[in-house]
């Protein structure tokens, strides 16, 4: 394998192969760096919304839900019919699908089993030797060494969840403000498990309680724990910036991932898209970006107002979801 090139990606996530995407057959040489051996396997819900979507799933691999209902304590469920159906995948089969195009393309290399431990100005040094670059991007992910390197602060959303190996057949999202404060548990039906989760705040609930929590729900409606594995992992929801001289930051990397939802997957792809654009264009205006930045924003205004207002949250949520029910609100907040 060369030891220069154009351009090195780090992380084989949805950031960084949808920036390698856009670089395949390109004049550029490009190394994509994963530490991992298989690409795909992450810890996720594997909930995909539209814009995600909009990027290509395996559908046969999918699973389709053209609404969802919404559980606020005890109030009766609020079911929401989607504009665009909610789909559940795996992230393994996800990442293959998206892979396919890259694999085909000769300017593009792909190292496996191969982690970055540090970088200087324009190269990085792997447990298999150090290359070089003239522009990086640090698609690696909530706990990036790039974006450490970089010298910015990160926030994190914490997400917990089992896969229960029972089938289910709705999606279901339950709010419990006065426990959970402004997290929610979840339940995503995949292909052959269902997975349950609660996402939260880790500065207003500690691990230990969301996992109580969580395993209270699962009794509630029927899932079996014994034998799933607790998985859990951060979201990293602070953007401070996504170019920084010759280095970009993608997806989880660069904060972008909405506080609000803990959704991440959309605005990985959307970013890893657009930065390989303006690689290859420096003068591109990156509307998709932006776009997505507006989305990003609402979401978390609307999400900061709900944190600072304890006593009103039912109230706040009980018209949030109402609104959520009209194709403009859904379109409005971007899904
Ligand atoms: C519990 C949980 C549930 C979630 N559910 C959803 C959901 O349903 N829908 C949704 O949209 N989002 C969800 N998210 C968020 C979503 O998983 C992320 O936002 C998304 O994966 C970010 O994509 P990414 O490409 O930026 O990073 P990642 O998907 O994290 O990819 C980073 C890649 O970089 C690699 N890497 C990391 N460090 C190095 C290194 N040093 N050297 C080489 N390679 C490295 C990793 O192995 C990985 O392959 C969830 C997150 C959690 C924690």
Not at 178 to 191: A, D, E, K, Q, T
Request: hydrophobic share 40%; aromatic share 10%; proline share 5%.
């Amino acid at each position: 394998m060369a030891s220069r090139f154009d351009v090195v990606i780090i992380g084989a996530g949805p950031a960084g192969i949808a920036c390698a995407g856009v670089l395949a057959g390109s004049s550029l040489s490009v190394l994509l760096v994963e530490k991992n051996t298989v690409i795909g396997p992450k810890i996720c819900a594997g909930g995909l919304t539209r814009v995600a979507v909009d990027f290509g799933i395996p559908e046969e691999q999918a699973r389709t839900f053209p609404s969802q209902t919404v559980h606020l304590d005890e109030q009766p469920p609020l079911k929401i019919v989607l504009n665009h159906p909610l789909k559940t995948v795996s992230r393994t089969a996800l990442a293959r699908h998206h892979l396919q195009e890259i694999e085909k393309a000769a300017n593009v290399e792909v190292a496996t089993g191969t982690k970055v431990a540090g970088l200087t100005e324009n190269s990085i040094a792997t447990d298999r030797g150090d290359f070089s670059f003239r522009v990086l991007v640090a698609a690696d992910g909530s706990q990036s060494v790039v974006r450490r390197h970089v010298g910015l602060p990160s926030k994190f959303g914490i997400g917990l969840y089992y896969e229960a190996p029972q089938s289910s057949d709705e999606v279901l999202f339950q709010f419990r403000p006065g426990i959970i404060r402004s997290g929610y548990l979840w339940v995503f039906p995949h292909r052959d498990c269902t997975n349950v989760g609660i996402g939260f705040n880790p500065d207003t609930l500690t691990a230990g309680l969301a996992k109580v929590i969580l395993q209270q729900y699962m009794k509630e409606k029927g899932f079996a724990t014994n034998g799933a594995r607790l998985k859990g992992g951060t979201i990293s929801h602070l953007y401070r910036g996504h170019r920084f001289g010759n280095i970009f930051l993608a997806g989880d990397a660069a904060g972008l991932a909405s506080k609000a939802s803990g959704e991440g997957i959309p605005f990985a792809l959307v970013s890893g898209r657009e930065i390989g654009r303006l690689i290859l264009d420096p003068a591109y205006p990156m509307p998709e970006f932006r776009r997505m930045l507006v989305l990003k924003r609402r979401q978390e205004g609307y999400w900061r107002f709900f944190e600072s207002m304890p006593r009103l949250q039912k109230v706040l949520l009980t018209s949030y979801f109402t609104l959520m029910k009209r194709p403009w609100m859904q379109a409005y907040m971007g899904y």
